[in-house]
């Protein structure tokens, strides 16, 4: 039974990818054994890859709900970051291998058979990876809890910096996933009816680039995830009006917030209005520790209360 649980805490939006990638990428490797298509090789090799990747990030997402314990007292939120790292690593190999085909295919172009299955398997893979771009983009709006006012995809894109680790990964993988069936269409439609054979390596090399632009995007939120990195202004920002709004506190002295995965750890310091006793700050203390843990991705907090010091300390540019 905990372990059902902590898998319907995973990350829908990879759990659903990588099982939507595993049976595009059987699919195209079977038709590009088939059809000898250096294209279609290089999506199924993008394909693969993407559900070796989605399958690590689910299982980190999974074992990052765990609770925290006595020898791990902040919880396990890094390892989510972990896992994407192997991931990143995963698909620089699978980079690697696509520009490798994509250049023999440039200096050695060949015809390849079954344009029409080519083309439906493309469509397919289009419309499923069109569909788990959706879903992701979806999820990104509901972790950064905007609201769908414009172009959703501008959107996700803006806020994918708020979202959780597996679903930037996932975010970013379906774009080159989607683009890549699309220009793999692009290409076998250049060499079939234009005879332009070097298009499929072109087009492989191309796809390969962009799996490499995903490697490092994701390498790169990951690594300063481990390191530890401050939590977006607009979090820290909401917090600080939260706390203000009690009519006992006068001005935040100093606050910190720390992202780890989805999860935020807060240690702030606020100045109490003066002449009250010290049982009176403690409860005080101890009701603005409960209301910030109510928030659903505050996992600690350390709150530290002064007199009023009769300084300002925060100001409102923090929150912006």
Known sequence: MR???LLKKGNTSSGLAALGNLVIAIVKLIVAAISGNGTMFATAMHSLADTVNQSFVYAGSVLAEMK???????????LINIFCMVAVIVVTVMAY????TGWELWQHPQESSDFLLNIIVLVFSFLIDGFILYKTMKLILEEAKMKRKGNLFILAFRNAKKASPATKLVFYEDIVATLGALFAIIGIILAQFFSIL?????????IGLLMLFVAFRVGYDNMIGLIGV???ADVEGKIGKELLSDKYVVDIYDMRVMQEGRAYHVDVTVELVKGLTLAEADDIKFRLTDQLLKEPNITDVVLGIIEDDEEKSWKKEKGK
């Open 230 to 232: 401050a939590a977006p």
């Open 68 to 78: 925290p314990s006595k020898r791990f007292p902040t919880g396990f939120g890094r």
């Open 3 to 5: 372990i059902i649980k």
């Open 97 to 100: 291998e696509t520009i490798k």
């Open 198 to 206: 070097q298009a499929d390596g072109i087009v492989s090399i191309l």
